[in-house]
């Protein structure tokens, strides 16, 4: 399903919120554009990852959560930490390790978080690791009666690993209300979509896990709004998981030091003309949303905001040394307690008590169907599958071994398929892959590998612990301990019989 701007998702949204979209991308690309010259001022410590181009990406789907709602967002998703709350002079002074940023200048890039006001989880440098944690976030906050989303982003490249899908088949499974939006900006790295996935949209990935997804454009800011508020409102409602690919284009290299020359120019040039704030400004223009006044003053707003923003992060000073030794452990710094908003009698004995034994009618519908209509192998009323006979071949070239006989194949079938099939004597055991049977004769034949003789140790009249008993190897031939030389005298005495150096 693919989402484009229409008039009913406007409707959803006030003159104010879509002035507000513009606001939140256009803060994020300046805020960018500024870190980038204070990277080349050497006034950035740390890496420096842009997102130009995909701030609609985070810009959408972040608008679309309420406050209670938890993200982890990943180093291109500046645009969602601006919505959420945090100020420009965050960024800026963590990027540049300064003492006034949220890690105190313990950290160089985006590495840092708010668990306790915004709901902000810290990004993992592991790819896909936060999937799973937010799907656990998701579902501590249903348990705690907090009504909650949780929502996280993954490129392309992060959709590939083993986290990915690990953390997907158990929100899956948990019906955790958690929203993961896939970045498909094309490049993974160096490597593009096509050399590291078999399909053409991520989103695919979601039908393996039952996980309902959709496709959006991720260069139309409020075609990923309604994606991404459609995805949440089913989670809110209790039809959780969802996912939301939106595709894009990371318009710049990996990072800074990358210039991303690997790319064609082409692809470069079609992005180019459909940058998002470029296509989203043209569409306040045509829909009379604001005249050239409101932008202007959106425009003047930002950049005496940064001003500000930027000064107080260069102003500010650097950790302290003795810093380095503090925080390393939690020392009781912070209180770590369940904000409950339900009573917990909800979750407790008797109420939360369940029949551990499952029946038929817990099962889903497939299992019930099979069971009461037989397993296809013990069902009577089946029909028999009959094996075509093999016919001649048009040209010896292509000549093929003919079918085994059915009595060869009936061990290679299941048993759904091998119907008709004469059985197999069940006097001759069968042995399944990994381990023999149990069958009396088995165990009494020598082909059991417990009738053969052991390896692990010698004859039983001899033994590697030890010497044999008439000599001992902690003595001389003579009886003698090895403590003395031959005529009896200590080797800590010299031949004088002096006492030697100790």
Not at 207 to 230: F, H, L, P, R, T
Request: aromatic share 8%.
């Amino acid at each position: 399903m693919t989402h484009s701007v229409t008039q009913p998702a406007t409707q959803q949204l006030t003159r104010a919120q879509l002035l507000d979209l513009y606001y939140y991308m256009q803060l994020n690309r300046q805020l960018e554009e500024r870190m980038v010259r204070l990277f080349r001022q050497n006034k950035i410590v740390g890496g420096l990852y842009s997102s130009l181009g995909q701030e609609a990406v985070s810009v959408g789907t972040c608008y679309a959560l309420e406050k209670r709602d938890w993200i982890a967002p990943m180093i291109r998703n500046i645009g969602a930490l601006l919505v959420k709350g945090v100020p420009p002079r965050d960024i800026f002074t963590q990027h540049m390790a300064k003492f006034t940023s949220p890690t105190l200048g313990k950290d160089g890039t985006s590495h840092f978080g708010d668990l306790k006001v915004r709901h902000i989880v810290s990004p993992i440098s592991m790819l896909g690791d936060l999937i799973p944690v937010m799907t656990g976030v998701a579902m501590a906050g249903r348990y705690l009666g907090q009504h909650i989303v949780a929502l996280t982003w993954i490129g392309d490249g992060g959709s590939s690993t083993g986290a990915f899908h690990e953390g997907l088949g158990l929100a899956a499974s948990q019906r955790a209300p958690f929203v993961l939006i896939i970045e498909n900006n094309q490049w993974a790295y160096s490597t593009p979509v096509s050399r590291q996935v078999p399909i053409q949209n991520l989103a695919d990935r979601g039908a393996a896990y039952g996980i309902a997804s959709a496709i959006v454009d991720g260069n139309d800011v409020v075609a990923v709004y309604q994606a991404a508020k459609e995805a949440v409102d089913e989670c809110r409602a209790g039809r959780g998981p969802r996912l939301v690919e939106v595709k894009t284009m990371r318009m710049r290299g990996h990072a800074q030091h990358d210039p991303a020359e690997y790319v064609p120019k082409e692809m470069f040039d079609y992005w180019k003309a459909r940058d998002p704030i470029t296509l989203y400004e043209k569409y306040l223009t045509e829909n009379k949303i604001w005249d050239a006044a409101a932008k202007s003053e959106i425009d003047a707003r930002i950049e005496r905001e940064l001003d500000v923003e930027q000064k107080f992060a260069e102003d500010s000073p650097l950790p302290p040394p003795e810093l380095a030794e503090e925080g390393v452990y939690c020392d009781g710094c912070h209180k770590i307690e369940a904000d409950w908003k339900r009573a917990k009698s909800e979750v407790s004995p008797p109420k939360s008590s369940i029949d551990p034994t499952w029946r038929l009618k817990d099962l889903p519908a497939y299992t019930q169907a099979a069971i009461t209509g037989g397993n296809g192998a013990k069902n009577p009323a089946q029909k028999p599958v009959t094996v075509p006979a093999a016919t001649p071949p048009a040209s010896p070239a292509l000549q093929k071994p003919a079918p085994a006989p059915a009595a060869e194949r009936a061990e290679s079938q299941p048993e759904h398929l091998a119907a008709g099939v004469a059985a197999e004597d069940p006097t001759v055991p069968r042995v399944p892959f990994g381990r023999g049977p149990k069958d009396k004769a088995f165990r009494q034949s020598p082909e059991n590998p417990q009738n053969k003789p052991a390896y692990s140790r010698a004859p039983k009249e001899k033994s590697f612990s030890r010497a044999p008993l008439e000599k001992s190897f902690s003595k001389s031939p003579r009886q003698k301990s090895f403590g003395k030389n031959a005529q009896g005298k200590p080797f800590t005495k010299n031949p004088q019989d002096k006492q030697g150096r100790r």
